[in-house]
């Protein structure tokens, strides 16, 4: 069964800082990979995805992540935090579907905090 | 605008008491979800549908029910079986499998609905 992990449940950095959000996945092939944000008491925003080609994915309010298939890792980054990205990230595996419902499987998220 | 909503934003429930969530989406797409999201647990799939009449099963669908009568509409009936219901709860829906044709399906969220019990 497909799983994946985020090792950090709680991450703290100073705004301006850069951060790398870290997630590990566990399925034989390449899953399609993804990033949520979710704000408190808010539904989840995607941030960006991945299933093919480049393995440099940017995305939205300046994430990007970088799929390492030796790895099994889907980490993202940002050079600058902003005081508004504090919220909890969640990454996200989904099978490539075979003929059938595409499951998604979500990690337990890691709350990020930003410190003036 | 296309999106998708949720109501009510919070629900209290007392005991013994059905209560149903209601989620519409005006993004045409086929499937729709629904996740139940706990503290530290991430999502956890409830039910979803990839067409209209049509739904199944996810992970954690005991003391929950759903119906699927039009494209937009996905509404979730939390019932008095649910022994621990108090949680967020998140719809979701993508454009759907036969439509993705072998890309990624991602999916979009509403806004979510807070249920308590009393």
């Known amino acids: 069964a497909q799983s994946v992990t985020q090792p950090d449940i709680h991450i703290t950095v100073s705004e301006g800082a850069s951060l790398e959000l870290r997630c590990n996945y566990s399925?034989?092939?390449?899953?399609?990979l993804f990033w949520y944000v979710q704000s408190p008491g808010q539904g989840l925003q995607l941030l960006l995805k991945y299933f093919s080609g480049d393995t440099l994915v940017q995305g939205i309010k300046g994430f990007e992540a970088e799929f390492k298939r030796s790895q099994s890792s889907f980490n993202l980054r940002k050079p600058s935090v902003h005081w508004s990205d504090a919220a909890e990230y969640f990454c996200a595996v989904a099978l490539p579907p075979s003929g059938g419902y595409q499951k998604v499987t979500f990690g337990t998220g890691t709350k990020l905090q930003v410190i003036p | 605008d296309g999106g998708i909503t949720q109501s009510p934003k919070y629900l209290f429930r007392k005991e013994g008491q059905n209560v149903t969530l209601s989620c519409e989406q005006n993004?045409?797409?086929?499937?729709m979800y629904w996740y139940r999201q706990d503290p530290g647990q991430g999502l956890r799939l409830i039910y979803y549908s990839q067409i209209v009449n049509d739904f199944q099963k996810g992970d954690i669908a005991e003391g929950y029910s759903v119906s699927r009568e039009k494209k937009e509409s996905f509404p979730l009936t939390v019932t008095s079986a649910q022994k621990n219901p108090t949680a967020f709860y998140l719809c979701?829906?993508?454009?759907?499998?036969?439509?993705?044709?072998?890309?990624?399906?991602?999916?979009?969220f509403g806004p979510g609905t807070r249920l308590t019990v009393l």
């Open positions: 993004l045409n797409h086929d499937a």
């Open positions: 979701a829906s993508s454009i759907g499998q036969k439509r993705a044709s072998g890309r990624a399906d991602e999916q979009f």
């Open positions: 399925y034989g092939a390449t899953p399609y």
